[in-house]
């Protein structure tokens, strides 16, 4: 099983941007698809962005047009650059693996495991 740690969180001002960072050891992950999720206090845990073994890509309404998720398959593996972020985008992000490799985008929470411990962003209006 991989082992995801989350970096790169802090206290920004609407408007700012920020670029979240998910470190992998354990398992190669080259081939897994990779998610972004966040969870606000009060709030269920949502998908923000995914990012396929192949490149392709998925995000969230809420998101689209602000921020972008990146992979290089190196050691840190999996990025999230969050442009015009907003104070509704406060949550704790947490990055996650697919359970399988080489799977399509299907936009579901379930298929994701690994989970790291996630890094607070706060957006201060």
């Known amino acids: 099983q991989v082992q995801l740690v989350e970096s790169g969180g802090g206290l920004v001002q609407a408007g700012g941007s920020l670029r979240l960072s998910c470190a992998a050891s354990?398992?190669?992950?080259?081939?897994?698809?990779m998610g972004w999720f966040r969870q606000a206090p009060g709030k269920e845990r949502e998908l923000v962005a995914i990012i396929t073994w192949n490149y392709q890509t998925y995000y969230a309404d809420s998101v689209k047009g602000r921020f972008t998720i990146s992979r290089d398959n190196g050691k840190n593996p999996l990025y999230l650059q969050m442009n015009s972020l907003k104070p509704e985008d406060t949550a704790v992000y947490y990055c996650a693996s697919d359970r399988l490799p080489f799977r399509p985008i299907i936009p579901e929470m379930s298929r994701f495991d690994s989970w790291g411990q996630g890094t607070q962003v706060t957006v201060s209006s």
């Open positions: 354990g398992r190669t992950i080259t081939n897994y698809g």
